[in-house]
């Protein structure tokens, strides 16, 4: 996936429209990727996880609605478990918000899109 440069949000080359941010996330990357001028969502995943597969296009129709507005970070829990860890994530999906690379908010389960657009307008 593509990098944005630190303080940025993605937008169109031809137009300037801000473009939804959403991106893979890694245990290498974890610290650097919910570093960001918006809110971040990070979703502790996995392939196998039923809950998960629902709450995965959600995601991505709140990372289109608010492009410019938020940036969604997907980490696969089997592939990067150290990030997971640390943030004593037990069972997936988990959702973390990160404000200014601060945790402000945890949310586990797979919940309604109108639930979480609201958890994270409250956090």
């Not at 970070?73 to 592939?79: A, Y």
Request: aromatic share 6%; proline share 9%.
């Amino acid at each position: 996936m593509s990098t944005v440069p630190e303080g940025q949000v993605p937008s169109c080359a031809r137009c300037g429209a801000a473009l939804p941010w959403l991106v893979s996330g890694s245990d290498a990357t974890f610290t650097q990727d919910v570093q960001a001028d918006v809110p971040v969502l990070v979703d502790f995943w996995a392939p196998w996880c039923g809950p998960c597969r629902v709450i995965g296009p959600v995601l991505e129709d709140l990372a289109r609605e608010r492009a410019g507005k938020l940036k969604v970070v997907k980490v696969n829990v089997d592939e990067h478990p150290r990030a997971p860890g640390e943030y004593g994530v037990q069972g997936i999906p988990t959702l973390l918000l990160f404000r200014g690379g601060k945790l402000a908010g945890r949310q586990v389960g797979a919940v309604p899109k109108a639930t979480l657009s609201s958890w994270i307008d409250t956090h």
